[in-house]
């Protein structure tokens, strides 16, 4: 099993920044892609950004140049910088990690950690 904790959300004035953090801990052979996932209410789960073990990443459209993902290797976890925030980035994101099993790979998801951006 595989267990992802997130942190960092809260509540941010229109233009600020925020940090989110992802930990994976468990027992697993190793972690493929890491990334950060968002729903806002009335509204389906959206991907954000995602990041491969060799550091390739990818964002959606509404937050590239703001936004900026990261991944240390070493410690399993994966961050989301979110700069020049919007209203319209208040969700609830959710961490993600693609994990490398024996025969598969398997799909694991965090709690959720609120992000909230409002004067």
């Known amino acids: 099993q595989v267990q992802l904790v997130e942190s960092g959300g809260g509540l941010v004035q229109p233009g600020g920044s925020l940090r989110l953090s992802c930990a994976a801990s468990?027992?697993?052979?190793?972690?493929?892609?890491m990334g950060w996932y968002r729903q806002a209410p009335g509204n389906g789960r959206e991907l954000v950004a995602t990041?491969?073990?060799?550091?390739?990443?990818d964002y959606a459209d509404s937050v590239k140049g703001r936004f900026a993902i990261s991944r240390d290797n070493a410690k399993n976890t994966v961050y989301l910088q979110m700069n020049s925030l919007k209203p319209e980035d208040t969700a609830v994101y959710y961490c993600?990690?693609?994990?490398?099993?024996?025969?598969?790979?398997?799909?694991?998801w965090g709690q959720g950690t609120q992000v909230t951006v409002s004067s």
């Open positions: 993600h990690a693609l994990v490398e099993g024996l025969v598969r790979s398997y799909d694991y």
């Open positions: 468990g027992s697993f052979f190793s972690i493929n892609a």
């Open positions: 990041i491969t073990s060799s550091g390739r990443t």
